[in-house]
C-alpha cells in the first residue's frame, strides 16, 4: 500500500501569509494526487487534483507542487475562509491513500 | 448540478448489518468509478471500496475485506454498500464520493454507529 505522510499536523498563521503543506508518497504515484479542504461538520472539498491543477471554482492563491515523491500545497495570501483541515489524496493505485490531515488555524 | 445522497445509517449492534444506499443524479452515472469513503468522529478520511462503472472491477480497504459488499445499479443511478460483522471501529460518517477529477464530487454522508 501506499503511505501518505503529510506535514505538518497543525499550522498557525497570520493573515495574508504564504503556508506550505507537504504530502510525501512512499513510492512513486507520478502526479496522482489531489488536496481536499474540509471545514468543521462539512464535506471535503475538491482543492487540487494531479498534483497542480485547481478544481474550477477555487480561489488562485491556492497552488500545487510537485517534485518527485514530494507534494506541496502552497496558500498565498491566507485569508479567513481558508481555516480547516487540508488532505492529500493519492489515486494511482488502489487501496487508495490519504494523508492524515493539517488543521490551519489563523492566528 | 450533481447530487449524491446516502441513506441508510443508524445505530447497530456489533456483529450486525446495515446497507447504505447513494441515490445520484446530475450527471451519467454509468460512466463513472463510484466510491464510499468514512471519516471517525474527530479522525482522517478512510477509502472503504470502489465500484468501476460496468462493475467489472471492485476494490475493498483491508479493514474491510470480506465483510463490506459494494455494489451499483446503473438503470437506477445508485450504489450501495452492503456491511456485515460491524464492529465499534467501523463508526463513522460514510460518504458516496464520485472519481473524476480526483474525487470530485461528495455526498452529505450518512452516520453509522456501531455500538451495544
Known amino acids: 500500500d501506499i503511505q501518505m505522510t503529510q506535514s505538518p499536523a497543525t499550522l498557525s498563521a497570520s493573515l495574508g501569509d504564504r503556508i506550505s503543506i507537504t504530502c510525501r508518497a512512499s513510492q512513486n504515484i507520478s502526479r496522482w494526487l489531489a488536496w481536499y479542504q474540509q471545514k468543521p461538520g462539512r464535506v471535503p472539498k475538491l482543492l487540487m487534483f494531479q498534483a497542480t491543477t485547481l478544481e474550477s471554482g477555487v480561489p488562485s492563491r491556492f497552488s500545487g507542487g510537485a517534485t518527485g515523491t514530494d507534494f506541496t500545497l502552497t496558500i498565498n495570501g491566507l485569508q479567513p475562509d481558508d481555516s480547516g483541515v487540508y488532505f492529500c489524496q493519492q489515486y494511482t493505485s488502489y487501496p487508495l491513500t490519504f494523508g492524515g490531515g493539517t488543521k490551519v488555524e489563523i492566528k | 448540478d450533481v447530487q449524491l445522497v446516502e441513506s441508510g445509517g443508524g445505530l447497530v449492534k456489533p456483529g450486525g448489518s446495515l446497507r447504505l444506499s447513494c441515490a445520484a443524479s446530475?450527471?451519467?452515472?454509468?460512466?463513472?468509478?463510484m466510491n464510499w469513503v468514512r471519516q471517525a468522529p474527530g479522525k482522517g478520511l478512510e477509502w472503504v471500496s470502489a465500484v468501476k462503472s460496468t462493475s467489472a472491477f471492485i476494490h475493498y480497504a483491508d479493514s474491510v475485506k470480506g465483510r463490506f459488499t459494494i455494489s451499483r445499479d446503473n438503470a437506477k443511478a445508485s450504489v450501495f454498500l452492503q456491511m456485515t460483522s460491524l464492529r465499534v471501529e467501523d463508526t463513522a460518517v460514510y460518504y458516496c464520493?464520485?472519481?473524476?477529477?480526483?474525487?470530485?464530487?461528495w455526498g452529505q454522508g450518512t452516520l453509522v454507529t456501531v455500538s451495544s
Open positions: 446530475g450527471f451519467t452515472f454509468s460512466s463513472y468509478t
Open positions: 464520493v464520485r472519481s473524476g477529477r480526483g474525487f470530485d464530487s
